[in-house]
């Protein structure tokens, strides 16, 4: 399967297609799914990896697994009976959207090792003129489907750059270095980190685990799914799909504790608390891992072997701040310096800068960075930009999830893509830009929810906010009403052009 999926999509760029889908995550493909499901041929969808899967495909490193039951992480119209855990690991998320992709038939669409350079909307022709590392082309719809979590954050630390060791980002992982018996740093400790320290503190003779904030930490439930389930789930898939639900709605049941009552998480806290208690003795160790914002401001975590891990003799857990890195090791507010052997960069990605919008010009020669400059970062029910006609955005701003699958919300974006496509050929419409009062009202409406919720009222600061505090990030209501408000192409709401007035338009 890995092999028919490298080899597929190595041939030339075509001149022109109907829609370019730019990634090839979970979005992408099911973008590319869901376009030959309707009969709409003409796409084509474009990824600098080496193969389907995004993010599954880039974070290798040791203990990463998705912290979303298996049940809820799988396509609704593809329900994998072959999960081996309630959490799976990364390997197998992988496997599966490799196998999604073969079975679909859609992989002579992809175009691999192919990065966008540049897409300029061309209004006179109403088409995006894209530039590619691998040749141009143009294209009648873009499709952003480059996720959230794609282009890693690494700090700017004074001397970073001068360190003579090992050092590598979280979602970069050099399986060639062997950290067996060597000093490590790793430094932050969000959903990453936490995954990787308990793997990797058994072989490397030390861990210094540099922590800037403390995260809530939730036990994880995870275990073995057994054959006769799996049997059970293969003949009767229905059984599948009601496990599936079961574990969907009790999901959506704590929306409220992040959305409308925060208090609700006090709760939790207590939870979590106990969790810190079960693990570690030491008193001093217990404060320094206890957070002082209320749960749910950043993502939950879900860890059995975090605390444990940091209870481990040969792993410290560091709160002042990193001030230097120099040669050899970490230097500290303290004035301490630990050396070290290697250092992991477990700082996250840049999710709120969205970096393919650097590449993006719209119809006033502006890229899309400089326009939300201007803006904020927005988009009219996650999809669309006003001043960027036929762009439309999988995962865009203020579609991400702390509670569920980003996967219901990635099909519920497809959707409304698969949609407008539809609409656009069935009213002979050569563009849809979405009106400027539309989508601004859109997100005034969405960001006065947002005050209320536990992200903005929590006490944190966290990669869902801007440089502003608006959370550009997350979806404040539930996944259903999400599913309800993409369920139709919106074309009231857009400037249309007809393909007739377009001489030069591309049929
Ligand atoms: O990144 P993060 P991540 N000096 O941004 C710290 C998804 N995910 O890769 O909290 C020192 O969460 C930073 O500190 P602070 C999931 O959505 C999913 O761990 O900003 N420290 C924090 O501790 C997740 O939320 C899975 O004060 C610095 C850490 O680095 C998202 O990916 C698994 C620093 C970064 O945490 C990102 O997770 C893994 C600095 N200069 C990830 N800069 C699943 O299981 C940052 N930090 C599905």
């Not at 597929?8 to 995550?25: C, D, F, K, Q, Y």
């Not at 430094?187 to 308990?198: E, F, K, L, N, R």
């Not at 939730?218 to 389930?229: F, G, L, N, Q």
């Not at 969205?354 to 960075?369: C, E, F, N, Q, Y």
Request: hydrophobic residues 40%; neutral net charge; charged residues 20%.
């Amino acid at each position: 399967d890995a092999q028919t999926a490298l080899d597929s999509g190595t041939g030339a760029l075509p001149a022109h297609v109907g829609v370019l889908v730019v990634g090839a995550g979970f979005g992408g493909l099911a973008a590319a799914i869901k376009l030959d499901e309707v009969g709409e041929h003409d796409y084509l969808v474009i990824d600098r990896g080496d193969e389907v899967g995004g993010t599954w495909r880039d974070n290798t490193y040791p203990g990463a697994a998705c912290d979303v039951p298996s049940q809820l992480y799988s396509f609704s119209f593809a329900l994998n009976p072959d999960w081996s855990r309630s959490f799976s690991p990364q390997r197998e998320v992988q496997d599966y959207l490799r196998r999604v992709a073969n079975s679909a038939g859609v992989l002579d669409r992809f175009r691999f090792r192919t990065s966008l350079l540049d897409a300029a909307w061309d209004a006179e022709a109403a088409l995006w003129r894209v530039n590619t590392d691998a040749g141009g082309l143009t294209a009648t719809v873009l499709v952003a489907a480059t996720g959230a979590l794609s282009d890693a954050k690494v700090p700017d630390i004074d001397g970073i750059a001068e360190f003579r060791g090992e050092l590598f980002h979280s979602s970069h992982w050099n399986h060639d270095y062997d950290l067996t018996g060597k000093r490590v740093a790793v430094i932050g400790t969000g959903a990453s980190s936490i995954q990787i320290v308990p793997e990797i503190a058994g072989h490397a003779a030390r861990v210094d685990v540099y922590q800037r904030t403390a995260p809530w930490v939730m036990p994880r439930h995870d275990r073995a799914i057994s054959d006769v389930e799996r049997v059970v789930f293969r003949r009767v898939p229905t059984l599948q799909r009601l496990a599936r639900a079961g574990v969907y709605w009790a999901r959506e049941a704590t929306v409220p504790m992040f959305t409308l009552k925060p208090g609700l998480g006090r709760l939790a806290q207590g939870q979590a608390r106990k969790n810190i208690a079960r693990a570690i003795a030491d008193p001093a160790l217990r404060e320094a891992v206890t957070p002082s914002f209320a749960l749910g401001c950043k993502r939950v975590l879900i860890s059995s072997d975090w605390y444990p891990a940091l209870a481990r003799d040969n792993v410290d857990l560091i709160t002042s701040g990193i001030t230097a890195i120099t040669g050899n090791g970490v230097v500290t507010a303290d004035g301490v310096t630990r050396e070290a052997d290697a250092i992991v960069v477990a700082t996250g990605f840049m999710p709120t800068e969205t970096p393919v919008a650097k590449h993006i010009i719209g119809k006033d020669g502006r890229t899309l960075s400089e326009h939300w400059s201007d803006h904020g970062v927005q988009a009219y029910k996650g999809a669309s930009v006003s001043g960027f006609p036929n762009l439309f955005f999988i995962v865009g701003p203020n579609t991400g999830l702390g509670h569920s699958s980003m996967v219901f919300m990635i099909e519920s974006q497809v959707g409304y893509l698969i949609d407008a496509v539809r609409t656009m050929r069935r009213h002979g419409l050569a563009s849809v830009e979405v009106d400027r009062e539309a989508e601004a009202a859109y997100n005034i409406a969405l960001q006065r929810r947002m005050k209320r919720t536990v992200w903005n009222t929590g006490g944190c600061s966290s990669w869902y906010l801007d440089d502003h505090g608006r959370n550009v990030t997350l979806w404040p209501r539930s996944t259903v009403a999400f599913r309800r408000m993409t369920a139709r192409f919106d074309l009231a709401a857009y400037h249309a052009i007809a393909r007739d007035d377009v001489p030069s338009h591309q049929k």
